[in-house]
């Protein structure tokens, strides 16, 4: 599924007082933190939406993945490196990203990439930086077939040797929503909405392949296209069918205002249920009370109640940054350290990043296993996190409260 500057830290109190005061903007477009010894770059790159709709999103895992390299230069962790980030904007849109990757591929200190939020982008950002060896780990892509292929049901073939993610899987998130739906809510008839890409289309069969065969009934099935603001005519289809809940695949700018009409001016009761791509404050924000009672999953147990993302939450509150960490902030930042810790050894007694360092980074991310804040910070076969644990959400007063986390059986 439904961030940018970066600078360096000096010794000098001169250098040091702006820069603490440019640091709660939230940055440029690259930045590093090292001390002056180190004179050799490294790059960790950043695809996000930046700009748009998502920007929110995007904002908050930029500055996660800053968060990491700040603290692994004030460390030393990789001597006589300095590490930088190099953050592009890929608008949440599949053409920009694959430019975006494109980019970066083409710049040679990049070892990298921390991103996409958007599974339909991560798709053509993918092969472009496989084809130059950089790794990418995504902190939101939940689409299956990133990493399990089309046939990821019957016969899943990793397509993408560079691709890892530390979100989890729509057919696990899809299914443990209509669990929920059908076995705590009660809800029998479902009709169903998606914005038709690759995130959204696949949540929305997901919960239908599992809604239906615990004997729940899918009324409808609609799609809208992103960006649309009037969803009077799908609503309209949809309103007389009386269903006991609205599905929705896709992300919050949509989301938010189809609960807003669907309440409103259809004058519907049913609650709107999505996944982790509507789970973001903006939403409460967009469709005011009519927000309240909608649900929503998320991928991984809330940071505020988990023990190990509890340093990583102070140490984002006292960077300073303007924005919030949001949805995905802390399985961001352990995307950058999965990749930053690989590389003492990769770099090693290299002068400068080249095809070798590369290649080494994308053969130890695979083997990463430590304590992340997000929990289990390593990946299977596939290329998958191996932390499944997923929550459910319901919003009060305008805001997403967590009330369950579990992980789906099947």
């Known amino acids: 599924?439904?961030?940018?500057?970066?600078?360096?830290?000096?010794?000098?109190?001169?250098?040091?007082?702006?820069?603490?005061?440019?640091?709660?903007?939230g940055g440029d477009e690259e930045e590093g933190t090292g001390g002056a010894q180190a004179t050799k770059v490294v790059k960790i790159g950043v695809i996000a939406p930046l700009s748009g709709d998502l920007t929110a999103t995007g904002t908050g895992i930029r500055n996660s993945v800053e968060l990491a390299i700040r603290q692994a230069n004030e460390k030393n962790k990789v001597p006589g490196w300095r590490i930088e980030l190099a953050a592009e904007d890929d608008a949440a849109k599949p053409d920009v990203g694959?430019?975006?990757?494109?980019?970066?591929?083409?710049?040679?200190?990049?070892?990298?990439?921390?991103?996409t939020y958007n599974s339909s982008v991560a798709l053509q950002t993918a092969p472009v930086l496989e084809r130059a060896n950089i790794v990418q780990i995504s902190p939101a892509n939940t689409n299956d077939t990133l990493t399990r292929g089309q046939n990821f049901k019957t016969s899943p073939t990793r397509p993408y040797k560079n691709y890892f993610r530390t979100a989890t899987l729509d057919s696990l998130q899809g299914g443990f929503a209509a669990d929920y739906a059908y076995n705590d809510l009660k809800v029998k008839n479902v009709a169903i909405i998606h914005d038709k890409k690759?995130?959204?289309?696949?949540?929305?069969d997901s919960f239908k392949g599992?809604?239906?065969?615990?004997?729940?009934?899918i009324i409808a099935t609609e799609t809208i296209n992103p960006g649309d603001k009037?969803?009077?005519?799908v609503l309209?289809?949809?309103?007389?069918?009386?269903?006991?809940?609205?599905?929705?695949?896709?992300?919050?700018?949509?989301?938010?205002?189809?609960?807003?009409?669907?309440?409103?001016?259809?004058?519907?009761?049913?609650?709107l249920m999505g996944g982790d791509g509507i789970v973001d404050a903006t939403y409460g924000k967009t469709a005011g009370a009519a927000?309240?009672?909608?649900?929503?999953?998320?991928?991984?147990?809330?940071?505020?109640?988990?023990?190990?993302?509890?340093?990583?939450?102070?140490?984002?509150?006292?960077?300073?940054?303007k924005d919030s960490y949001s949805a995905y902030g802390a399985l961001a930042y352990d995307a950058a350290n999965a990749i930053i810790n690989t590389l003492p050894t990769a770099l090693g007694s290299a002068t400068a990043v080249d095809d070798a360092v590369r290649r080494k980074v994308l053969d130890a991310v695979g083997k990463v296993n430590f304590g992340g804040a997000s929990g289990t910070v390593a990946f299977d076969q596939y290329g998958d996190t191996v932390t499944k644990a997923l929550t459910m959400y319901k919003?009060?007063?305008?805001?997403?409260?967590?009330?369950?986390?579990?992980?789906?059986?099947?």
């Open 236 to 271: 309209s289809k949809i309103k007389p069918l009386n269903p006991d809940m609205l599905f929705y695949g896709g992300e919050y700018p949509e989301a938010s205002l189809i609960s807003n009409q669907a309440k409103g001016p259809q004058a519907m009761k049913a609650p």
């Open 1 to 25: 599924m439904p961030g940018s500057t970066r600078r360096r830290w000096r010794g000098s109190v001169i250098v040091l007082l702006p820069l603490l005061l440019a640091a709660g903007c």
């Open 291 to 321: 927000a309240n009672g909608d649900y929503g999953t998320s991928v991984g147990a809330p940071p505020e109640k988990l023990d190990s993302a509890k340093q990583f939450l102070a140490d984002y509150k006292a960077a300073g940054f």
């Open 395 to 410: 919003v009060e007063a305008g805001v997403f409260n967590p009330i369950k986390t579990g992980e789906f059986k099947g």
């Open 210 to 217: 599992q809604f239906e065969k615990l004997g729940g009934k």
């Open 198 to 204: 690759a995130y959204g289309q696949g949540l929305a």
């Open 230 to 233: 009037d969803f009077s005519a």
């Open 98 to 115: 694959a430019a975006a990757a494109a980019k970066l591929s083409s710049d040679a200190a990049v070892v990298g990439v921390v991103g």
